[in-house]
C-alpha cells in the first residue's frame, strides 16, 4: 500500500530535510521504491543528493504552474527518484496564489503519475504557507521531527493546528503519524524531561529511535550524498536505517 509522508516542522535546523533524504535513501537500501518531492524554496533536498542546474529537466516549480506532469522532472539520485527544486519556488508559490483549487495542484499532479512507489516522501518549507498546504493536501500522513528542546515543544503545538486545520478544510484523510527527536543528546539534563513530556503526550506517535547529534549527518550535503553512502559505518547512518525499520514497521 502507498504512503505517503510530509515531513514538516516550521523551525529551520530541526533536521527535516536531512531526515527526508535519509530516511528516503534508508528505505531505498531495504527494497522499497521511493519518490521524494523537493517543496522547500531552499532546494535543500536537491542539493542534498547532489543535483546540479545542468541535470535538472524539470522542477516542482514546472508541476505547480502546469508547464510538465510530474513523471517529466523525475531524476534518480542513490537509489531514490526525486522531484527536484530550485530557488525559483519562492516565486511560484506567489504566482499560483490566486489559481483556484491552489491547494490541491501537487495532490493532482501525484496522482498522474503513471509510476509504482511504496512511499512518497515530501520535504516541507520552515513555514506554513501555501506550498507546506499543498505537501499536507498531497499526503496521509505527516512526520514532524525535532528537537529535544523545551522551545521545540511550543513549535509542535503550531503545528498541531495546521494539520488539524487542513484536515478540516481540505484533506479529511490527513494524520499526524509520528514524531521523532533529532540531533539527539543524552547529556543535558533537560533532554531527558523533554523526552518524558514527548512520551507522556505523545505515546506511540513518538518513534522509540532516536537520531543522535553526529557530525557526519552534517558533512554529508557537502558531498551531495546521503549518509548510507557517504558514512555507512556512523551512528547517523546506523540511527536513520533503524528509524526506516520502525516505520515499515508501522506501516504493516
Do not use: W
Not at 533536498?45 to 513523471?71: M, Q
Not at 557526519?216 to 551531495?224: D, I, Q, T, V
Not at 546521503?226 to 547517523?236: K, M, N, Q, V, W
Amino acid at each position: 500500500m502507498l504512503k505517503t509522508i510530509a515531513f514538516i516542522n516550521q523551525k529551520g535546523g530541526s533536521g527535516k530535510t536531512t531526515s527526508a533524504v535519509n530516511v528516503g535513501a534508508g528505505l531505498s537500501r531495504l527494497g522499497k521504491k521511493v519518490l521524494a518531492v523537493d517543496m522547500d524554496p531552499q532546494a535543500n533536498l536537491t542539493y542534498h543528493l547532489g543535483i546540479k542546474p545542468a541535470d535538472i529537466r524539470g522542477t516542482i516549480s514546472d508541476i505547480l504552474e502546469g508547464r510538465a506532469a510530474a513523471d517529466e522532472t523525475i531524476l534518480e539520485r542513490g537509489g531514490l527518484d526525486v522531484i527536484p527544486a530550485t530557488l525559483d519556488l519562492a516565486e511560484t508559490e506567489a504566482r499560483i496564489f490566486n489559481e483556484a483549487g491552489r491547494e490541491h495542484i501537487l495532490k493532482g499532479a501525484l496522482a498522474g503519475s503513471r509510476r509504482a512507489y511504496d512511499y512518497v516522501l515530501v520535504d516541507c518549507p520552515p513555514s506554513l504557507g501555501l506550498l507546506t498546504l499543498n505537501a499536507l493536501t498531497a499526503v496521509r500522513e505527516a512526520y514532524i521531527p525535532l528537537e529535544a528542546r523545551a522551545l521545540s515543544l511550543q513549535g509542535l503545538r503550531a503545528i498541531r493546528k495546521i494539520v488539524d486545520l487542513v484536515k478540516q478544510r481540505l484533506n479529511p484523510d490527513l494524520t499526524i503519524a509520528g514524531i521523532f527527536v533529532t540531533q539527539y543528546d543524552s547529556r543535558p539534563a533537560l533532554t531527558g524531561e523533554v523526552m518524558e513530556t514527548l512520551k507522556e503526550h505523545f505515546g506511540e506517535l513518538l518513534f522509540k529511535t532516536v537520531i543522535r547529534t553526529n557530525i557526519r549527518l552534517a558533512e554529508a550535503p557537502s558531498y551531495g550524498k546521503d549518509i548510507f553512502a557517504y558514512a555507512p559505518r556512523s551512528h547517523g547512518a546506523e540511527d536513520y536505517m533503524e528509524l526506516c525499520r520502525e516505520i515499515i514497521k508501522r506501516s504493516k
